[in-house]
């Protein structure tokens, strides 16, 4: 499925520094992989419409950029906080729906405490981002150094965001994409297809190595009757 994919594409969002270059990337695969995920769940199709969006940002973001690498600086500060503010809304969304489908799928296929994980970051996401959101905002009030260190501890805490979510995603791609890994209900068909499907699989694996080892026993009690 698209986990391994939306995995990459998360993964560049560690570059903090020259995002005006990656975030085309990092959006485009996002997309490439939520796309592949929509039809599980509305979360995930939300999550797709959202990249996108990102998509059109990074897109207009890169062109500033090259712009004033190659020409002259059209950005004032107040574009440039702008701008910020935009990605910050932009990507903090993005990643609460993407959690909010992990939450949704992970607790269909009871995947350890990963449902509890998803919605716990999911509120910390909220709360970082939002943070961000108001340290680019023009707050002439707060002394400079003061909005400094603020600024460090949060770009330590979105890191640290980042490398968890991205633990959440790696989980996903570990264990819901391997149907043989979970450990779950089977009495009742899941509202999902690709559980059922999942399912399925497993029971006739299951069915096969039933028959493989009855078979072993026949032909060892066999060979044990020849030779008396």
């Known amino acids: 499925m698209g986990f391994g994919t939306l995995f990459i594409g998360y993964f560049l969002l560690l570059n903090?520094?020259?995002?005006?270059?990656?975030?085309?990337?990092?959006?485009?695969?996002?997309?490439?992989?939520?796309?592949?995920?929509?039809p599980v769940n509305k979360y995930f199709k939300a999550a797709a419409i959202s990249s996108a969006v990102f998509l059109v940002y990074s897109l207009g973001e890169l062109g500033i950029s090259a712009y004033e690498l190659f020409f002259r600086p059209i950005g004032s500060a107040a574009l440039v906080s702008a701008m910020s503010i935009l990605r910050c809304l932009i990507v903090g969304t993005l990643t609460v729906i993407i959690l909010k489908a992990i939450e949704d799928v992970a607790r269909e296929v009871d995947v350890d405490n990963l449902p509890k994980k998803a919605a716990r970051m999911s509120i910390i996401t909220a709360i970082t981002y939002s943070l961000w959101i108001l340290l680019e905002a023009p707050l002439s009030f707060i002394d400079s150094y003061v909005l400094a260190v603020l600024s460090l501890i949060t770009i330590l805490i979105t890191i640290a965001l980042i490398i968890i979510n991205l633990t959440?995603?790696?989980?996903?791609?570990?264990?819901?994409?391997m149907p043989g890994d979970e450990d779950r209900s089977e009495d009742?068909?899941?509202?999902?297809?690709?559980?059922?499907?999942?399912?399925?699989?497993?029971?006739?694996?299951e069915a096969e190595e039933t028959k493989r080892r009855a078979e072993e026993l026949k032909a060892r009690a066999e060979r044990k009757r020849k030779k008396k």
């Open 16 to 38: 903090l520094t020259y995002f005006g270059f990656t975030d085309v990337i990092a959006a485009s695969v996002m997309l490439l992989g939520l796309y592949k995920l929509s």
């Open 188 to 205: 009742k068909p899941s509202r999902f297809a690709f559980v059922n499907e999942y399912r399925a699989r497993k029971a006739e694996r």
């Open 168 to 177: 959440v995603i790696y989980t996903c791609y570990m264990k819901i994409c």
